[in-house]
């Protein structure tokens, strides 16, 4: 007597749940399975941390920009690192079944785009968050700044970032799946783009040349950045 | 760092053009997810 056959369940949310979720628990048992994945999603925010954390403490003392705004720098490194993560965790993950061959066995299953893609958000989230807050704790030891005192607002913060980096990274695997892995290298010099037009995260705009500055003011991640560097002051200051 | 304010106009701006920009990502990789459908590069996919 054989065991009753269930059908698979194309069209109702349960099942889009369903399918999401396990192509999230596949990208979760491959990072599990996996130290060195884990250790490069943490070591260059790390690194990041490391080097502007020490400029910003040389700069302490030598500079009164900075001693205004202490932690400016750092809390500029740490959101550009949720930015920059959120969008390459998006990508890699495409790009690991790229790499494997396994897009068109994807494919033939039920899985539909619009749940790939979910599924892909939520690693990029996982991703970012392995990357990001070793190097907050790194911020928290080394140099005594919190990126944490934001409290609330660091949520907001956090969450436009990250849709930021998705809408880069829906893009770059686009333009990926379309010219094939010769565009690869998109997923890690595509977000450096936005850098020079938008330098908000690490310097003012005053430096910038005048024709930059247009497609600055309507760059809302610059005033964005400078918003939570502000905020960032006014955390700092509360806690001493 | 200077003003010690968060301002919640520019968050509500940069929340808004980002539901764009990720409505208009997500609407350019379905219609370039359709066209590798209909030519075959899925197939061709990692070569």
Known sequence: ?240 | MFGGQVRLDLMAWSFGLNLIYLAGGGLFFLHTFRIARREGLLLHAGE
């Open chain 1, 1 to 240: 007597m054989t065991a009753p056959h269930s059908e698979p369940d194309f069209g109702s949310l349960h099942g889009s749940v369903r399918r999401t979720g396990a192509m999230a628990l596949r990208y979760i048992y491959i990072l599990r399975s996996s130290w060195p994945r884990i250790l490069e999603l943490a070591y260059w925010p790390m690194m990041q941390m490391v080097l502007w954390g020490f400029i910003s403490k040389f700069l302490l003392t030598n500079s009164t920009w900075v001693a205004q705004a202490a932690g400016v720098l750092i809390a500029a490194v740490l959101m550009w690192d949720v930015l920059f993560r959120g969008q390459l965790g998006f990508s890699v993950s495409f790009l690991e079944e790229m790499w494997s061959r396994n897009l068109p066995n994807l494919f033939v299953t039920p899985l539909r785009p619009h749940e790939f893609i979910v599924a892909l958000i939520a690693m990029s989230m996982v991703r970012t968050l392995i990357g990001v807050l070793p190097a907050a704790g790194l911020a928290i030891v080394f140099y005594h700044f919190s990126i944490f005192d934001l409290g609330l607002p660091l949520i907001a913060f956090f969450f436009n970032l990250m849709m930021l980096g998705w809408s880069m990274g829906l893009i770059i695997t686009a333009l990926i799946l379309r010219n094939g892995l010769g565009a690869e290298s998109l997923a890690w010099m595509a977000m450096f783009i936005l850098a020079p037009p938008c330098p908000g995260c690490f310097i003012p705009s005053v430096p910038c040349p005048t024709g930059c500055r247009p497609s600055r003011w309507h760059c809302r991640r610059a005033m964005f950045s400078r918003a939570c560097a502000r905020s960032c002051s006014v955390a700092r200051c509360a806690s001493t």
